[in-house]
């Protein structure tokens, strides 16, 4: 049984204001959070003298990677919509900073620079307004606490 396990119910995603100090604003009904989806890049090194005709790498670039989330959508809503939110930051390709404030005790934070890339609506017949939200990060994600 573990001990140490953190439940992610009530973590955060915030949007930065750009401001100085910046003030982060949660993003309204943030459903499951997923990312950031960090990896390495590779380049291929295998040549003829390749031990065991084995593939060999070497690194290459660090990849930020997206966060994805689902919202349910708010037209209106100050942190949605295209006079103000996610989707006026995407027409106008504007690069924000963004925190997921976790809920343990010492509230570990990622941080990072990101365009929002992907807005997709849904409306289905039976269930909520909804957006599925892509940011992709740029640069380097800091995580603290």
Known sequence: MSTAAISSYGTLLKIGD???PEVFTTIAEVMDIAGPSMSLGTHDVTNHSSTGAWKEVI???LEPGEVTFPIAFLPTNA????SAGLLKDMKNR???NFQVVFTNVGLTTWTFAAY???FETSMPVDG???ADVTLKITGQPTLTG
């Open 18 to 20: 750009g401001g100085g």
């Open 59 to 61: 690194p290459g670039l």
């Open 79 to 82: 942190t949605h919509s295209q």
């Open 94 to 96: 504007t690069k924000r």
């Open 116 to 118: 929002v890339t992907g």
């Open 128 to 130: 909520l307004l909804g």
